[in-house]
């Protein structure tokens, strides 16, 4: 399995933007999806990325908000997140799988990292 690490997140005034990075060696090999999880609310699904990047798949509110992306020289995944509100307040979680799946559920994920917080708050 990968060791998945994110990074990026902080506190952020509402409408403020950010960008998660989640590294691992061999990265460039596996389809990668963003997953948040807020306090007492269930791990969502925010965004996910083929392998080669081109195939993206953006959910539910991150939707013409977030943009994930990749530079496989990197071994890297981003998350930019954009005009950001307080509801995206969360623990932001990526996850890998060998395969891409267009469903970008929980459970077409077997590696996952430990999560980076991201807070929105004036």
């Known amino acids: 399995q990968l060791q998945l690490v994110e990074s990026g997140g902080g506190l952020v005034q509402p409408g403020g933007s950010l960008r998660l990075s989640c590294a691992a060696s061999g990265l460039r090999n596996y389809a990668i999806g963003w997953f948040r999880q807020a306090p007492g609310k269930e791990r969502e699904g925010v965004a996910c990325i083929s392998a080669t990047g081109g195939i993206t798949n953006s959910q539910g509110s991150a939707k013409g908000r977030f943009t994930i992306s990749r530079d496989n020289a990197k071994n890297t995944v981003y998350l930019q997140m954009n005009s950001l509100k307080p509801e995206d307040t969360a623990l932001y979680y990526c996850?890998?799988?060998?395969?891409?799946?267009?469903?970008?559920?929980?459970?077409?994920?077997?590696?996952w990292g430990q999560g980076t917080q991201v807070t929105v708050s004036s």
């Open positions: 996850a890998a799988d060998r395969y891409y799946t267009p469903t970008c559920g929980i459970s077409d994920f077997g590696s």
